[in-house]
Structures are given as structure tokens and as C-alpha cells.
């Protein structure tokens, strides 16, 4: 089977999807990848697949059989804000769609991990030389998800304690009263992750499947996730991760334990096997199947 695939996209055009797909999915290290081989994003219309993100509704070449296109969901289902049209469309035009969860929506849209984009794999074994990390955005609030809320939680009580956890994000600015030296503010790619050997990473939104950059940053930099978010991130990354459980009384004695104890809690992760599941090039034929 060829899979000559075009990507659509509600956020950006298929040449810049293009572009970070070839750059995300490693495809100078595959064997079987170019115009002329098994496997090649185009952003031309000589596709044969197609790959629509979030509600992207392409006039799709009539040749195309409705088997050879599929969905992701790049954004939790309160933000991706799911339209009738759209779904009628995915019904006429689309073999499934991957979406964290499916709150009552028809065929073709299965629960399942989207293969969201992340950080460029690493080419070198990171140096684990700090202890603990966590990011928080500036959205604080009412009008916020409950998963910017708790991250902003538990920073006011890390922020009482001297627990070396680094803070990172625009977020940090909220704070900046206190000038304490862990918050660290705005910050490179792989800063948050690299050279830490615990990550505290909670979603937006906790759904059954959605996972984002937020757990598959520290995964591929070998970063112990603490994470809240997706409830079957185990179906995914089997033994890679700490659970949390949202209640802050629970979550910041599990924090010390981790802090006091971490050759406990601290996995071994390999980050070809996380790659094997977040690439979306490795799986091309179980995504089509």
C-alpha cells in the first residue's frame, strides 16, 4: 500500500503541516518515506490519504474512497466546539475520527489519542541534574478551564514551601511580587523537561482520551510525568506516568513523597518506545485500517 497523504487543517495550510509533520515523525531516519517510496505527506493534489485536523472541510478529489480519509481532534472537545455541519460532513466523508472524547457524537468518531503534535524528538540523552518542573499559562479564572485553575492551585501552595520545583510559563508573572528564584517565566522548547527528573503536567480538561504536548514533551525528553488529564493515559504509556488525583490535599503529599523518595517514583522511559506510539508515520497503517 502507498500512502501519499495530504494534511487539512482549520489552523494552518498543508504546506506548513507538511513541514512539521516531516520534522515531528523523524523522516530523514525512514527508510521508506519520499515521492517515489511507501509513505509521503504532499501538499499537492496528487494525494491518495488525507488527514483532516480539528473541523477542516476540504472539497476532497472524488476518487478519494471515504477508507483513505481520517480525523484528529488537536484540541479537547470544549474547545474543538463540534458544529452539525461538520459532523454531517465527517459522516459523508470521513472512515473514523480520532477525538478525546465523544460526548454522545455518531460514527465516525472514536475515543482515541490524536496524535497531537509535540516537541522535535531529541538527538541526545538529556542530563537529568534538577528535581522537579512545572508550567502555568496566564489564564487564571472563571472564564478558564479547570485545568489552568489547578496548575495556578498548586503553584500559590509550592510557592508557601521551598520544594525545589521550577516554575515555568507566562504565568509566572502573577507571582512576581514574591521574587522567587523557581519561577523562571518564559522559556525555550525542551527548558521545562530536559534536564528534569519529574514533570507535574495536567491537561486542560480531563477527558478519556485526550492527551497533549503537555505529557508527551516530558515523555520524549525521559521526564517522569505527574499527571492529570487523560483517565486512560495508561492505554498509551503503560507504567510511564503518576497519577494524580485533583484533590490538592492528596496531590501535594504525593509531590513531597516524590521530592523526599524519588528513586521510588522515577520510570524508565525510552523514548523509541514512546515514539512508536506518538508518531503518527509509525501507526499509518493502523490509522487507515
Known sequence: MVYKIRVFSDFCGSTNCKEAMERINEVHKMINYGKDKDIYITDQDDYT????????????????????????AFEPPFHLRMTQEFVDYAKKYISKYFIGEKNGLPEPFIEHYSYMWHIT???????????????????????????????????????????????????????????????????????????YDFHICIENCETNDYASEKIT?????????????????????????????GNLGSDLGLIWS??????????????????NTVLILRNIEYVFS
Open 121 to 195: 524528538p531529541l538527538k541526545h540523552i538529556p542530563i537529568k541534574n534538577k528535581s522537579m518542573s512545572i508550567m502555568i499559562s496566564e489564564k487564571i479564572g472563571e472564564h478558564s478551564l479547570p485545568g489552568n485553575n489547578y496548575r495556578h492551585t498548586l503553584v500559590k501552595e509550592i510557592l508557601k514551601t521551598n520544594l525545589p520545583i521550577d516554575i515555568y510559563g507566562r504565568g509566572c508573572r502573577y507571582y512576581n511580587d514574591t521574587n522567587d528564584s523557581r519561577l523562571k517565566g518564559d522559556f525555550e522548547e525542551l527548558e521545562p523537561y530536559e534536564n
Open 258 to 275: 516524590i521530592l523526599n523518595n524519588p528513586g521510588l517514583y522515577k520510570k524508565t522511559i525510552d523514548p523509541e518506545t514512546i515514539k
Open 217 to 245: 514533551g516530558p515523555l520524549l525528553c525521559s521526564t517522569t510525568p505527574i499527571y492529570l488529564g487523560c483517565r486512560n493515559i495508561n492505554k498509551y504509556f503503560p507504567d510511564n506516568t503518576i497519577t494524580l488525583s
Open 49 to 72: 490519504h488525507v488527514i483532516i485536523m480539528n473541523k477542516a472541510m476540504p472539497n476532497i478529489k472524488p476518487d478519494i474512497p471515504k477508507k483513505n480519509v481520517i480525523g484528529l
